[in-house]
């Protein structure tokens, strides 16, 4: 018999057939002719029971092979008993997959995955639903993205430029600006750029995840550039990332992206940015806003003039303020540098990130949540600012500390002690400061009487040196040698008149 096929190919006929697949689709992923196809899908119709015999398999008293087509009268599927489970489960909005293994585990099904496969498909649960449509009052809603723009001839090279776009969700009103790179200051200008050409601002905007927005992106609690947010409390407007790779979410730009780059730049060299971006400002003005919108059935200008344009917030009364912003490192000396220069921060941020701001003025360094810390005057590079305040107590030397903080410690060891190092101070100077600190460190070794008694004997002789009470307390800990009165007679000692005998009589001198 011609066109003789496996039941291996025959089960795939009536699975593909099953899923919904044309006849002529699935001759196409089967490799066969159509007319086969529609052969053995008519006889499985045809056989109340449907019992098909392989073509090439063994007639006579052989086994034969059966195959209930769905909705027939032949063998019931094994997940019939657990329809109203399996109903119940579709319903908590779980997978076959899932519903396959709950099954398994909870009832004991014996089954295969196949057949929950295909008992969820005819039940027609597993249907996607169609897409929501969302449209937005007017001045609620902008939405925001970057598309591959022309090219530009620069300096005899082809450079690659990015188009800005932003629409109005309401009346597609939109403004483009091409860009050459996809920085934070790039996307910030393109934003400022739109709301002063709208004439206003729109009160929420939906972007793409692009890195220059979204530090980390989170459809629930996305982190924005420290600078974007300052950017829209400057602007009282409020960012909406979109869902990651989901573009649906933004299809009004997604739309508006490629709308401008086969209308306006699609096969178009130029040489260089700013004729680019007059181009597109013209072509948003002719051919863009006069265009008839093929959803709203009305002119975008329209639209825009008599609903979205009253709508928008007010601008402020000034441009975003200029500044550059990066995040840094404290280092160990407790500084960060900013445009090779260094600025001293609060202790505990040591080894922590934060955020500078400079504008070539000031220097602002915040925290992580962008409370200020730190506001310095910006000075030339390789230069140092430190706020005092910002050095830890247990690193600051007693030099720096002057001599008054140091005779306020030298008072708690005595009046002695106190008075030698005011003589000492008044004797040598602001030389003296070291000293002093070397009398604080006596205190180390030596209890404070001996130190007293020291100082006192050294004011006495008027040595200002601090290796004198040094000497003084190594001798004898400061304490002085004690005196003893002279005595005329004592037990041991002869009187002087029995050394009188011993000596010769002297002649008396003659005139």
Not at 165 to 174: E, F, I, Y
Not at 233 to 256: C, D, F, M, N, Q
Not at 310 to 329: D, K
Not at 361 to 379: D, F, K, P
Request: aromatic share 10%.
């Amino acid at each position: 018999m011609a066109n003789q096929i496996s039941m291996v190919q025959t089960n795939k006929i009536i699975t593909l057939c099953e899923q919904g697949f044309s006849q002529r689709e699935v001759a196409r992923r089967l490799g066969i002719h159509r007319q086969t196809v529609s052969r053995y899908v008519r006889l499985v119709r045809e056989q109340s029971k449907s019992a098909i015999v392989p073509p090439g398999s063994e007639i006579g008293g052989g086994p034969k092979s059966t195959i209930s087509p769905p909705g027939s009268a032949g063998r019931q599927s094994q997940c019939e008993p657990y329809r109203q489970i399996i109903c119940d489960k579709l319903g908590q909005g779980l997978s076959g997959q899932r519903i396959f293994q709950d099954l398994q585990s909870e009832q004991g099904f014996t089954g295969s995955y196949d057949s929950v496969k295909r008992f969820v498909r005819r039940l027609g649960q597993t249907r996607p639903l169609p897409y929501r449509r969302m449209e937005c009052p007017p001045g609620q809603e902008a939405q925001v993205d970057f598309g591959t723009g022309a090219p530009v001839w620069l300096n005899g090279k082809r450079k690659r430029t990015y188009v800005f776009r932003m629409v109005l969700s309401h009346s597609r009103k939109a403004y483009s600006e091409s860009v050459f790179h996809q920085t934070t200051e790039s996307f910030l200008r393109c934003l400022e750029n739109a709301f002063w050409h709208f004439g206003g601002v729109p009160q929420t905007l939906v972007i793409d995840n692009l890195k220059a927005a979204v530090t980390r992106a989170d459809w629930y609690d996305p982190e924005l550039n420290p600078k974007l947010q300052s950017f829209c409390v400057h602007y009282r407007t409020v960012i909406l990332p979109a869902r990651p790779y989901t573009p649906r979410h933004k299809g009004k730009v997604e739309s508006g992206i490629k709308y401008v780059q086969d209308n306006a730049l699609k096969g178009r060299i130029f040489s260089s940015l700013a004729e680019q971006n007059r181009f597109l400002q013209d072509w948003e003005v002719r051919v863009a806003d006069t265009r008839i919108h093929g959803t709203m059935r009305q002119q975008v200008r329209q639209i825009f003039d008599q609903a979205d344009k009253p709508a928008l917030l007010p601008l402020p009364s000034g441009h975003f303020p200029s500044f550059q912003e990066s995040q840094r490192r404290v280092h160990r000396d407790g500084h960060v540098e900013v445009a090779k220069a260094y600025y001293s921060v609060p202790p505990e941020y040591l080894g922590h990130p934060v955020w500078a701001r400079w504008d070539g003025r000031v220097v602002r360094i915040y925290n992580h949540r962008m409370e200020s810390i730190a506001t310095h005057a910006q000075v030339e590079a390789g230069k140092f600012q430190t706020n005092d305040r910002h050095i830890d107590a247990r690193k600051r030397s007693g030099v720096e500390k002057g001599s008054t903080w140091l005779l306020t410690k030298v008072r708690y060891i005595g009046p002695e002690t106190l008075a030698w190092a005011e003589a000492l101070l008044e004797f040598r100077g602001i030389t003296a400061v070291r000293a002093l600190m070397g009398l604080l460190s006596l205190s180390k070794q030596y209890d404070h009487p001996a130190i007293n008694q020291a100082c006192r004997i050294a004011l006495t002789h008027g040595a200002f040196r601090l290796r004198t009470l040094r000497d003084l307390l190594k001798r004898g800990t400061g304490i002085e040698q004690p005196q003893f009165d002279f005595i005329e007679e004592h037990p041991i000692i002869r009187p002087l008149s029995e050394y009188d005998q011993c000596l010769p009589s002297v002649p008396a001198a003659h005139g």
